[in-house]
């Protein structure tokens, strides 16, 4: 009998020392991947600061009362007040639906597009918001770009509502092109120009996209106008000086020090609020800061940047997410870049056919006649297409793309063509 609970005793002896013995392996184990965790996290928060206090050495904005600083810095506020009043009008809903009647995007238009009552309306419109586009024109003379102040709900709301400045001044230039009142439209080009730069701020990326999205609206305009027999020889030079290239490390290099500066835990807009780890955010602004050297060999880098986008994911989940949304503003940067180029293009096209009253045969001729000024294809090496009509009365040159990026829609563009395999074109008349 004694034998028999000697046995069983030893046994449970002989389970508590195992169970023992794994727990104290468990807990050590435990102690070590909390310290090591723990570790990794303290030297990636000290790198982190330290990398972010050169950061501020330099200028660039870090939080909240640093960025608050940098933008006024880079911005002033002599027209503030004035563009508020503007920006609060221009999109008034009174405004804003009158202006929708002539939107060509609209489904039910209340009259056609381009006909005699379409510019009847329009030129009613345009005398009843000619007091706005004066106040337009005479604080476009000020110093550029525009403080808004960074309470950021209004500061967006501000910003999207200077679309409807750009779509104002593009209404009274189409009626000027209608009416061949040339200096009025080179006017209203300018005022657009005084326009875009005002808010040429580049807070960050959906700014940069904003401001991009203005000059769409000019090159849009501006090869509108060259269907038309407006323009003579040194016009169309304005015109050219009008569309000159980005900055481009200039403005990529702003674009990253504000979203750089969203990294800290109290961001305005807090990109990685969410995400409290400092290995985390270190990853990022190491990233971010890579980002940077993108832009040394041009438009080239950020071609890369994109195709990388749509096909790398092996670089950590919240990367990728971050490496998407750059991935998507290089898109934008490119899709801008190539409708310059085929605007200059088209602009060319028409000095041709003035100095010689034809059309050029091909894009080789064109490009002698230019000297070599201009570039014939897109940042993605893609030659532009060229087409004269049956009757050789008239041109259109077409800007093609790489398919797989359709479906960069970051900025809103009616220009973009639903036709797979080319984003603009424009015609040229003899």
Request: hydrophobic share 40%.
């Amino acid at each position: 009998m004694n034998n028999k609970s000697n046995s069983v005793s030893n046994r449970k002896s002989a389970w508590y020392l195992r169970f023992s013995t794994w727990a104290g392996l468990f807990g050590l184990m435990l102690v070590v991947i909390v310290s090591t965790f723990a570790w990794r996290e303290i030297a990636a928060a000290r790198e982190l600061n330290e990398a972010r206090s050169r950061d501020r050495l330099v200028g660039r904005p870090v939080d909240r009362e640093s960025l608050a600083d940098w933008y006024h810095s880079q911005t002033s506020t002599e027209g503030t007040v004035e563009w508020s009043e503007i920006l609060t009008l221009a999109s008034s809903q009174l405004i804003s639906n009158r202006m929708q009647l002539f939107q060509k995007e609209s489904m039910d238009p209340p009259f056609p597009v381009g006909s005699p009552e379409y510019y009847d309306h329009l030129k009613d419109f345009l005398q009843e918001v000619q007091p706005l586009i004066e106040r337009i024109r005479a604080v476009g003379t000020l110093k550029k770009p525009v403080w808004i102040p960074i309470q950021f709900d209004e500061y967006w709301d501000r910003l999207y509502a200077s679309r409807s400045v750009l779509q104002l001044l593009s209404l009274e230039f189409e009626s000027a092109v209608h009416e061949g009142d040339s200096p009025r439209a080179i006017q209203s080009l300018e005022t657009m120009l005084d326009s875009i730069a005002a808010f040429d701020c580049n807070l960050g990326s959906i700014s940069t996209h904003l401001s991009m999205g203005h000059r769409h609206t000019l090159y849009y305009s501006i090869t509108k106008s060259l269907e038309v027999d407006l323009w003579d020889e040194a016009q169309l030079v304005s015109l050219k000086e009008m569309i000159r290239p980005l900055d481009l490390n200039a403005v990529w290099q702003k674009v990253l020090d504000v979203d750089g500066s969203q990294l800290s835990s109290d961001s305005p807009r807090g990109l990685v609020d969410f995400i409290p780890l400092p290995s985390v955010k270190k990853q990022m602004f190491d990233q971010l800061q890579q980002s940077r050297s993108l832009v040394k060999d041009g438009y080239r880098g950020l071609r890369g940047l994109w195709k990388r986008n749509a096909t790398d994911s092996a670089t950590g989940y919240w990367w990728s997410n971050q490496q998407f949304m750059f991935g998507e503003m290089a898109q934008v940067f490119l899709r801008l870049e190539d409708h310059r180029r085929l605007t200059m293009a088209a602009i060319e096209l028409k000095r041709f056919s003035l100095e010689k009253n034809r059309l050029p045969t091909d894009l080789r001729e064109l490009d002698q006649f230019a000297q070599g000024g201009v570039e014939l294809e897109t940042c993605e090496g893609r030659r532009f297409g060229y087409e004269i009509d049956n009757d050789s009365k008239a041109a259109t040159l077409w800007c093609r793309i790489n398919e797989e990026t359709e479906r960069a829609r970051i900025i809103e563009d009616p220009l973009i063509k639903k036709t797979p395999g080319y984003s603009y074109s424009v015609t040229v008349n003899l």
